[in-house]
DNA sequence: ATGCTTATGTAACAAATGTCACAGAAATAC
DNA sequence: GTATTTCTGTGACATTTGTTACATAAGCAT
């Protein structure tokens, strides 16, 4: 078998708790894939074939509601890895999340029917996959407590910074409109909360984009 | 090493998924402990020390909110493991999670540093910790789905015919005050809620029960 | 420029939820 | 028994969030 140069190399810059066999091994196994921004990677409910490694870009995973809309669980950027697929192709269950491109990326897809094996026989490979899950579990939990116990205007304010902070800039190119559907508001409120935000000097609002300013 | 003999007969009881030879294993390592009603067991943000696996009664699992109240997400009964305790040994973190009994319950406690080779050496027990994560995590997801996409009309009645399901009852024994802090509202609107709900025949309420009447 | 589309601002109102105040009923304590 | 506590019911009101209906502004296309 033969490995594949680029994904060793996006291995090695991505994932440095996987030991060396191991991502050789994936190299061999795994199929790189470009998405382009925009596409839907994975549906919820559909049947899932593949783990998903990012190697570039920016996934979103988002849930959908029975009949609403969708709301926002938590990105996925290079060096992480889709935990619900993980799972959900060791269960053979179908997936709970839908999961979107924001930017082109690039993903490593693993057939389904390696995850035994590499389970059994790579230590470092079983760590990543709980440790992914324990992360994304407890991302999960935190947006559970914002929709809880906070109001929405500290929801709104908790959404701003840790968008913020994902995407590492002052700068979000996001729409009101936008915001409402991830946080599952209408336009209207966030206009009106992003209002008094503004004037509490937390952001500063342009069109087209969001400047958040520093926390005290 | 001894077997213990009351371990073994629980865990071939409610855990068939188990091989025979780990369920032997696990009756050597680990220590059977009977939790008194109302006695919390973990607390969020704790470290844990031991992977917990339910034999008797029930176990309640709540968020905590920084400040304020707990916010239930889901019961252990026997068979059911606590996937947070196996999953935060793993990564050494601490609990996300309040574990309170709500009957006399026995659990069997498996320490730490047991969770390696059993992850290694026993495939039963890795595909039994995967599946429980998963099932809890598609939990946690359904909570969290009540929390965003529905009203609080319609959280009070999935969590009235969950709770019923779960406890196997039609009769709930459980005050409004213990609703509301279960889904974090307050107690007249929990009253008023439950008021319409007997008026469309849905409930019947009584003083410290509520029995629930079958859907249509 | 002119018109078209998209994004934002905002008032007025509606609906849902939370809070306060209090009353009465049922259980429990004495 | 009476007193006390706990639980439930309910009206009145406050607050938050959502909806409707526009207005205005910025960017884009021609």
Request: glycine letters at 4%; charged letters at 30%.
């Given at each position: 078998?033969?490995?594949?140069?680029?994904?060793?190399?996006?291995?090695?810059?991505?994932?440095?708790?996987?030991?060396?066999?191991?991502?050789?091994?994936?190299?061999?196994?795994?199929?790189?894939?470009?998405?382009?921004?925009?596409?839907?990677?994975?549906?919820?409910?559909?049947?899932?074939?593949?783990?998903?490694?990012?190697?570039?870009?920016?996934?979103?995973?988002?849930?959908?509601?029975?009949?609403?809309?969708?709301?926002?669980?938590?990105?996925?950027?290079?060096?992480?890895?889709?935990?619900i697929s993980m799972i959900c192709i060791a269960s053979g269950k179908e997936s709970e999340v839908m999961a979107k491109a924001v930017e082109e990326s690039v993903v490593l897809m693993i057939p389904v029917q390696h995850m035994e094996l590499l389970m059994k026989d790579?230590?470092?490979?079983?760590?990543?996959?709980?440790?992914?899950?324990?992360?994304?579990?407890?991302?999960?939990?935190?947006?559970?407590?914002?929709?809880?116990?906070?109001?929405?205007?500290?929801?709104?304010?908790?959404?701003?910074?840790?968008?913020?902070?994902?995407?590492?800039?002052?700068?979000?190119?996001?729409?009101?409109?936008?915001?409402?559907?991830?946080?599952?508001?209408?336009?209207?409120?966030?206009?009106?909360?992003?209002?008094?935000?503004?004037?509490?000097?937390?952001?500063?609002?342009?069109?087209?984009?969001?400047?958040?300013?520093?926390?005290?």
């Amino acid at each position: 078998m033969e490995q594949h140069p680029d994904i060793l190399t996006y291995l090695n810059k991505h994932f440095p708790t996987l030991d060396k066999d191991l991502k050789e091994y994936l190299s061999v196994i795994g199929g790189l894939k470009k998405i382009p921004a925009g596409e839907v990677l994975l549906k919820q409910g559909q049947y899932i074939r593949f783990t998903v490694l990012v190697l570039e870009g920016r996934i979103k995973l988002y849930r959908e509601g029975e009949e609403q809309g969708e709301f926002f669980m938590y990105y996925l950027e290079p060096g992480d890895a889709c935990a619900i697929s993980m799972i959900c192709i060791a269960s053979g269950k179908e997936s709970e999340v839908m999961a979107k491109a924001v930017e082109e990326s690039v993903v490593l897809m693993i057939p389904v029917q390696h995850m035994e094996l590499l389970m059994k026989d790579y230590k470092s490979w079983y760590r990543f996959v709980i440790e992914s899950y324990r992360r994304r579990f407890e991302e999960v939990l935190t947006v559970l407590d914002s929709t809880v116990f906070k109001s929405m205007d500290e929801r709104l304010l908790s959404y701003i910074r840790e968008q913020s902070r994902q995407l590492n800039t002052r700068q979000l190119k996001l729409t009101h409109q936008e915001i409402a559907t991830d946080i599952n508001s209408s336009r209207e409120v966030i206009s009106r909360l992003l209002k008094k935000m503004e004037q509490k000097g937390l952001v500063k609002l342009n069109r087209n984009y969001i400047e958040v300013l520093p926390a005290d």
